[in-house]
């Protein structure tokens, strides 16, 4: 497993902005996203990483709960596919499938955007607002074990916070996961 140098987007900066593609076999822009929808977090996320599979009903859970006040959820595979082939674009789209995911996956096969990003781990949260300032990254919430023993909500919060047009009270958390596997 390689590690990285990466550019890591600091809160209160511009998004990198992408063209990635998705398991719909379409071309995502984050700009338009921006221009449809009030918020939009990405998720650096991956197949076989065991917390994405702990945070994925969670992850469907915040996209249902925010989707019709104009938010989506955009998961980002930026993991080394020729490293380890279940990153591959196939077994991303049997991933969606299987999981039943109500939100875009983007395959990042260049791993440019995840580095722009600053993505450590998967998962990690990168909250960006309509203009495209990140406003929160790190965890999705402080418990990726049990969701029953959840006490804070990290994600969930700052974009309740976002769309109240109130100060995100805690806009960066130490992300905690399975570091992305980089391409030599």
């Keep these: 497993m390689n590690i990285l140098e990466t550019i890591d987007t600091p809160v209160g900066s511009y998004a990198p902005d992408f063209e990635l593609p998705g398991i719909d076999k379409q071309v995502h822009h984050l700009r338009r996203y921006l221009e449809k929808f009030r918020a939009v977090g990405v998720i650096s996320m991956c197949n076989q990483c065991p917390y994405v599979r702990l945070y994925i009903d969670r992850l469907k859970e915040i996209q249902a709960e925010f989707a019709q006040q104009g938010f989506s959820l955009i998961g980002m595979n930026g993991s080394d596919g020729n490293e380890n082939p279940t990153e591959s674009f196939d077994n991303m789209q049997?991933?969606?499938?299987?999981?039943?995911?109500?939100?875009?996956?983007?395959?990042?096969?260049?791993?440019?955007?995840?580095?722009?990003?600053?993505?450590?781990?998967?998962?990690?949260?990168?909250?960006?607002?309509?203009?495209?300032?990140?406003?929160?990254?790190?965890?999705?919430?402080?418990?990726?074990?049990?969701?029953?023993?959840?006490?804070?909500?990290?994600?969930?919060?700052?974009?309740?916070?976002?769309?109240?047009?109130?100060?995100?009270?805690?806009?960066?958390?130490?992300?905690?996961?399975?570091s992305l596997i980089w391409r030599n």
Excluded: C
Aim: proline letters at 8%; glycine letters at 6%; hydrophobic letters at 40%.
């Design 94 to 178: 049997a991933f969606a499938l299987m999981h039943e995911l109500n939100f875009p996956y983007l395959w990042d096969p260049t791993q440019d955007t995840s580095r722009s990003f600053g993505a450590l781990v998967t998962p990690m949260a990168f909250l960006i607002d309509k203009d495209g300032i990140v406003r929160y990254k790190g965890q999705i919430d402080n418990n990726p074990q049990d969701p029953q023993f959840v006490k804070e909500q990290y994600l969930k919060k700052a974009i309740a916070s976002l769309f109240q047009g109130q100060e995100i009270h805690i806009p960066q958390t130490k992300p905690v996961g399975t």
